[in-house]
């Protein structure tokens, strides 16, 4: 787990934590006992949080990272679980008002934005892990495209930060068979910049948000507003198409089948459906 500080957060939220040092930025998802899972509550005190640095010309650099054992492990299932059983997730509002906004914030930002992934990312946690421009992570961590486990598809972004990082192979081994990427296997293909031992991880992580908040504020900007350019000119449609893919899936009997093993804690059976 990253040290964020012994001192208390400059601001807390009810499931976030803002730590500033200088023109040092920390936010930290604090929901550990869910793994830092996706919540209505999380997403607004996220976006929150995010839109507020997006706008301090104070901050020069932002870190990302999440309390506990967990970066984030995805949609909360257990809170969202009744309604998926019941045929009526709402995916639609839950991607399109809180996921897209606190994606495209992040590309958008004129700022370096790290994310430290300090444990596992999941599901939508890797969209948001992958999201930031250096991701770097503990070697214990892992990346786990889970939606198809549950017969959804990729979304708030993965299904474009993913194959923009590793090319179209990786992507869809990544989607289509949901299995673990270890961290160190994921320097490797390129799907982050560094996979640090444990020990050395907060430390490392910290050294590198000290380092780009002192640096040329203006230049990283520009090389972020060309790679967002050249790789995501087509980002809104593409999170569009994303939604209404997911939208589709959202009371199929595959879904219901997902969730239901995922809540008895055994293998779906899925038929297609």
């Known amino acids: 787990m990253i040290v964020v500080s012994d001192e208390q957060p400059t ?3 009810e499931t976030v934590d803002l730590y500033r040092d200088g023109a040092a930025a920390k936010v930290v998802l604090n929901r550990p006992a869910r793994m ?23 901050v020069r650099a ?3 990272t999440g309390a506990g054992k967990a970066f984030c492990t995805g949609a ?11 045929g009526k ?3 639609d509002t839950v991607l399109r008002r809180w996921y897209h906004p606190i994606v495209t914030t992040i590309r958008q930002m004129e700022k370096p934005v790290v994310t430290a992934v300090n444990g596992p990312a999941a599901g939508a ?3 948001l892990a992958l999201a930031g421009d250096l991701v770097v992570a503990a070697e214990s961590a892992y990346f786990m495209l889970a939606f198809v486990g549950i017969g959804l598809v990729p979304d708030g972004g993965s299904s474009l930060f993913v194959p923009s990082r590793v090319g179209f192979t990786r ?19 390129g799907l982050i910049n560094y996979a640090w031992p444990d020990e050395e991880f907060a430390k490392k992580s910290d050294d590198l948000l000290r380092r780009l908040a002192e640096g040329p504020t203006r230049s990283y900007a520009g090389s972020k507003r060309e790679l967002n350019s050249w790789l995501y000119d087509r ?28 809540m008895e804690k055994r293998p779906p059976k899925f038929t297609g459906e």
């Open 11 to 13: 601001r807390r939220y």
């Open 235 to 262: 980002m809104a449609a593409h999170l569009d198409l994303e939604a209404t893919i997911q939208h589709d899936l959202s009371s199929s009997a595959d879904l219901i089948e997902g969730v239901t093993a995922f």
């Open 89 to 91: 997730l709402d995916t």
């Open 62 to 64: 932002v870190l990302l």
């Open 171 to 189: 992507a869809m081994e990544m989607a289509m068979l949901g299995e673990r990427v270890p961290a160190p296997k994921a320097a490797d293909w």
């Open 125 to 127: 946690g890797v969209s």
């Open 76 to 86: 909360d299932l257990k809170d969202a679980g009744d309604t998926a059983l019941a």
């Open 36 to 58: 830092n899972a996706w919540s209505v509550g999380l997403s607004d005190d996220l976006l929150t949080v995010l839109r507020e640095l997006a706008h301090d010309k104070s």
